[in-house]
């Protein structure tokens, strides 16, 4: 059996365990089809941060690819990104302190063959 449709978020609220920081207000369309599923500019928020969310997830599984893309032009870089962050990426926090408001491009990627990569830019 194959299910294809979309899920239409209006002011829906997340928080996931693995990435602590919750995001609210979220707006856009979670497509899916199959073992697929697409994210098609989620925008949402945190507090006074503002995100956009993209991406896929494909053959969910053990060996799914996944793409996630968050983008922000106005991140507050505050306690609660921290608290979210995992343990490397708290070690590069101290490293450069980010204080106030910026903004960030964040790509994660996951392939089939359990390669990962992740991309930042932060201005």
């Known amino acids: 059996t194959n299910i ?5 978020c209006r002011d829906i609220t997340i928080e ?4 602590p920081y919750k995001l609210e207000g979220m707006e856009g369309v979670i497509a899916f089809s199959g073992r697929s599923l697409m994210l098609d500019s989620l925008n949402c928020r945190h507090g006074d ?3 956009v969310i993209e991406g896929y997830i494909e053959d969910f599984g053990p060996e799914m ?6 983008v922000s032009g106005k991140i507050r870089f505050d306690e609660d ?3 979210a ?3 490397e990426a708290k070690k590069m926090w101290f490293m450069f302190s980010p204080s106030g408001t910026g903004a960030i491009d964040h790509t994660y990627q996951r392939f089939a063959d359990g390669r990962r990569t992740r991309r ?3 201005s």
């Open 4 to 8: 294809t449709g979309q899920v239409v």
């Open 16 to 19: 996931d365990s693995q990435f």
């Open 49 to 51: 941060s503002e995100l």
């Open 65 to 70: 690819g996944i793409r996630l893309r968050v």
């Open 81 to 83: 990104v921290y608290r």
């Open 85 to 87: 962050l995992g343990s």
């Open 120 to 122: 930042l830019a932060v």
